[in-house]
């Protein structure tokens, strides 16, 4: 007859409780102390991506005489506005996960977290939800601070949700390989200048794609960018450039993607362990 410590010997356990096939707890409290680490700071990781966007929309709308312009029959600043809001989940989702990583490494703590009973789907998941909820957090006093500049309408909620959540999982995603490959702080910082930034400016945020000539046009097609920013503008003014089921279905693909990449660099411990 088996006792009770063979009856329970496979299935792991964490002080006196016992973990399932997930360990909520753990993601919990890994996503908890990455909302903490951000709200620390929230100065810096919250407010001070509202005060660049509000100047990017008062230079484009007022100081270069913007206001008066349109695109279609759309304002140039209700065209503008949903690009600035999604470029914004885009910087900080990716920040919040390359930046959480390259601490740990830079100070050596990070091996608290490869000793922690986390597999490496729960860590994917701790470090995506955190950085999605800076996006979320950042996004929303953006779209608040537009309101001061341009009327806005919010035609497709479900646009809204759908390319407004992708863009901060795929840029969270982003920002956990590009943390976990990056050995240097200047590594972390050429891949946001000269990647990040890029693909966000070359994305139709303050442009319509439709201008560009051949090639160029087929190019921003390509851009995974391109197809949060114009759908999260058709759920905001009802307008998109390029074809909204392809950018669904070609924005969950990588997503989907990236977040297996990020899985196997957590579980062969890549660059992580010694």
Not at 51 to 80: K, V
């Amino acid at each position: 007859m088996k006792n009770d410590w063979t009856i329970g010997q496979n299935l792991p356990s964490f002080g006196s409780k016992r973990i399932g096939a997930i360990n909520w707890l753990g993601v919990w409290t890994l996503y908890s102390k990455e909302v903490r680490r951000f709200c620390k700071v929230a100065g810096q990781t919250v407010f001070s991506p509202v005060i660049t966007t509000a100047l990017f929309m008062t230079i484009f709308t007022i100081a270069l005489g913007g206001s008066g312009r349109t695109i279609g029959e759309i304002p140039f600043g209700q065209f503008l506005a949903p690009g600035l809001v999604t470029m914004a989940i885009l910087q900080n989702a990716f920040a919040n996960t390359i930046s959480s990583l390259m601490t740990s490494k830079m100070q050596g703590n990070i091996v608290d977290l490869l000793l922690a009973p986390l597999g490496p789907g729960e860590m994917t998941l701790a470090f995506t939800a955190a950085a999605v909820t800076r996006a979320a957090l950042v996004g929303t006093c953006v779209t608040l601070s537009m309101l001061l500049f341009v009327d806005m309408s919010f035609s497709h909620i479900w646009a809204l949700l759908y390319f407004g959540l992708s863009a901060a999982v795929m840029l969270a995603l982003l920002g956990i390989m590009a943390g976990i490959w990056a050995e240097k702080w200047e590594q972390s910082s050429s891949i946001t200048n000269f990647v990040i930034v890029p693909l966000s400016f070359l994305s139709g945020t303050f442009y319509s794609i439709d201008r560009l000539p051949g090639i160029w046009h087929d190019l921003s097609q390509l851009n995974p960018f391109f197809y949060l920013i114009d759908g999260f503008r058709y759920g905001m003014i009802d307008r998109a450039d390029g074809n909204l089921m392809t950018g669904v279905v070609y924005i969950a693909v990588l997503n989907i993607i990236l977040g297996l990449f990020c899985y196997r660099m957590f579980s062969t411990g890549y660059k992580l362990r010694p």
